[in-house]
DNA sequence: CTGAAAGCGCTTACAG
DNA sequence: CTGAAAGCGCTTACAG
């Protein structure tokens, strides 16, 4: 089947004549009888104007349709109440509901969102210097490399904040930043398999954000940390990228080895996909082998079986590195930025007790 | 189960002390000793410059670290080379994946873009007025009411284009907009259950964006149609929502008549909703009910059963939306909007032949 | 409480 | 090929 798409220009007749050019300060004042000046303390809300003054002038602001021009509010104050996100990806749930969080917390504190996809082929320096150049702050999600390696080349001297993987232990990254404990998220999943009586956890991992090519995140680390208090040595990690392919493929793996029966995944999707891998190799999920998603994606309720993952706050994350970001950009401004949710572990179907 | 959040502000040391403004037009033309028109020029291309006098101009532009100040720029030529889209929702799979689209697109033509969720509690009008401040065009995503009713709020003056469901049958939106063909690939989804021996399709809608609040829309529609070019009476459509709690309720009631054996969604998150419902109730799918969802969400292919649905070319729809904008902003600009790629039914398992 | 001046950093004609 | 002037629409001191 294949169904025709539909396209539409124009339609609306263009303006008459002329355009009617968008009444400026001075068309006010003089519409209001007063100077451009008194103009400019009424739309700024400034104290010392006499209340008949300020009527005359809002009359004439309302009469002419009147909005401050935004370019030259910028230009003259100095002043851009605008963010502009980098981000790698904006389609994957981590980062659009990251995104989300950012636009909800932007929009409540009169700011404008912009988004700037970074890709590997352009220009790092180049790509921030031009979203630097919107005036405003810079957001980056560097749940990635890409990501991450944009975090390094921000100018000291423009104002950013960051969502990041939880950093390296010990460490903190250089600049404002937010994140969530996965390292410890991680952790808990991990124990909680092994107390339903699971010999070992495997892990399908996402890629890691930072340190060389074959190191692994936060996550990995909290499953592998578990598996070492509980004394099991931790098997060799799978996984090579972030979708539902990545994590069929190493399903397929996982399930052609019979000692396998507990699988944590890096992420909701890889999850789905070592659920079918499992399921086209026959092995039953929970009761021949249990799977944890990590994010908790909205959709993973409803999967049968239903997936038992860490429900992740990223719009949390999202609100809170704007909140960093407009401490710095706004000094006046006192609310600290908020706290997001820790990460929970959401039982549902797809983990249980080893069974044998 | 719960773990630590951590946020950390600071870190980078503030500027040691005056946070060297940066290079303006006349710092580099004094250091290139000429004047910051010729400046001007240099950075604008204009032809007409000595060879030698570009290369001084240049040498120091790279010096200061200039970069020619966006905000005065705008002011200066009036040029605003943006885009901001008005959208109520950035989290499910359409309205990302039109997002995504956006942004490629702009990126490519060398725009910003902004983005701004349109919620029930602020004034629409207001909205779109301080999104119209920012200087550019811009774009709207109608795929719900809240959207649509954006449209019909932007002054005609105002650069836009629309992204839409099918508007109804013989008629055409007021403005540029792009459009899938919905009602045909509901049509052939629905004959295609059809054909498969099922004697009759429910539907599971999606809200519609136009119309009285009972209406429907034309995924609707052209379910509707083909049932009755079969001769066959539609059933009563059911449904209340985007998500899979909407679905999981809408099947629920569906799951309990035995008649019903083959079942359409309005996008997939519905389609999961109703895959579980039939779970929970007993009914197998695809043996004792088809589902076919709408949209080919990314993990769609993943779940078990792995889910029959109609693909949608979002992305392109949001490239396309991007550049009739672009070909009303910029009228030199010759190359015409890409178009969208047709719906197509994707078959999966989801839905069989009519056992019995 | 209100007005006249200078300036934000750039561009667009206009001269030479 | 290059420079001096005026202006984009607003704000920020400075006067009164």
Redesign the pocket.
């Known amino acids: 089947m294949s169904v025709t798409g539909h396209t539409r220009s124009g339609g609306r007749a263009e303006p008459p004549q002329g355009q009617q ?9 003089q519409a209001a ?12 809300g ?9 009527r005359r002038v809002q009359e004439a602001i309302t009469a002419l349709g ?14 851009t109440r605008s963010v502009t996100v980098l981000t790698s990806n904006t389609l994957l749930y981590g980062y659009a509901a990251t995104l989300q969080g950012l636009e909800e917390a932007s929009r409540a504190a009169g700011y404008t969102l912009g988004v700037r996809v970074l890709t590997p082929e352009d220009d790092l320096d180049r790509t921030i210097a031009s979203a630097a150049d919107a005036g405003g702050g810079l957001v980056v999600i560097g749940f990635d490399r890409l990501g991450a390696a944009a975090l390094e080349r921000v100018p000291a001297h423009v104002p950013c904040a960051a969502v990041v993987e939880a950093p390296p232990q010990g460490q903190s990254p250089g600049l404002p930043a937010v994140w969530a404990d996965d390292r410890e998220a991680a952790r808990a999943a991990t124990e909680h398999l092994l107390a339903l009586g699971h010999d070992t956890v495997h892990y399908v991992a996402i890629p890691a954000s930072t340190g060389t090519p074959g190191s692994v995140g936060p996550r990995a680390e909290g499953w592998r940390q578990a598996l070492e208090a509980a004394g099991v040595t931790a098997p060799e990690p799978s996984g090579k990228g972030w979708d539902s392919q990545a994590g069929y493929e190493a399903g397929q793996k996982l399930a052609q080895n019979q000692n396998v029966t507990a699988i944590l995944c890096g992420n909701d999707d890889l999850a789905l996909g070592v659920l079918r891998a499992l399921h086209h190799a026959g092995r039953r999920v929970p009761e021949d082998v249990s799977v944890i998603g990590f994010d908790d994606a909205p959709h993973s309720a409803f999967v049968t079986p239903s997936l038992t993952t860490v429900r992740m706050d990223f719009q949390g994350l999202g609100r809170t590195a704007f909140g960093l970001l407009h401490a710095r950009l706004d000094t006046e401004q006192q609310a600290p930025a908020p706290v997001p949710a820790k990460p929970a572990l959401v039982l549902r179907e797809s983990s249980g007790s080893r069974e044998t």
């Open positions: 050019k968008a009444a400026s300060i001075r068309d006010v004042a009888g007063v100077s451009y000046q008194t103009v400019s303390r009424v739309i700024n400034h104290p010392n104007v006499r209340e008949e003054t300020r009147f909005r401050r021009n935004a370019t030259a509010f910028a230009l003259a104050s100095g002043v």
